[in-house]
């Protein structure tokens, strides 16, 4: 059974820092993509950074030079530092991963979410 398992959420003050991680369970072969993406309130679920099994990153625009994902593959792990936090941060953030085993197919995974939120 696949599981990712995400913590490291909580309330932080605007210009604050938090540091979000994920472990993946369960999944056979290699995980291509990896990462987050949040929902606030009323809102549709967006990308905020990916990372591939290359290490090659993408990025929203609006996390760009205050966020940084990294990931470790032996260990699948990914985690995501989070600095200069903004109140337009406060959201859900869901762990993402694709797969594409030898066997073929595509498949995605969601964790169950964790919530950040940044007052001003």
């Known amino acids: 059974q696949v599981q990712l398992v995400e913590s490291g959420g909580g309330l932080v003050q605007a210009g604050g820092s938090l540091r979000l991680s994920c472990t993946a369970s369960?999944?056979?072969?290699?995980?291509?993509?990896i990462g987050w993406y949040r929902q606030a309130s009323g809102e549709q679920r967006d990308m905020v950074a990916v990372?591939?099994?290359?290490?090659?990153?993408n990025y929203a625009d609006s996390v760009k030079g205050r966020f940084t994902i990294s990931r470790d593959n032996a260990k699948n792990t990914v985690s995501l530092q989070m600095n200069n936090l903004k109140p337009e941060d406060t959201a859900v953030y869901y762990c993402?991963?694709?797969?594409?085993?030898?066997?073929?197919?595509?498949?995605?995974?969601w964790g169950q979410g964790t919530q950040v939120t940044v007052s001003a």
């Open positions: 990372i591939s099994s290359g290490d090659s990153t």
């Open positions: 369960g999944i056979t072969g290699r995980i291509n993509v």
């Open positions: 993402y991963c694709l797969t594409q085993p030898s066997w073929g197919g595509t498949y995605r995974y």
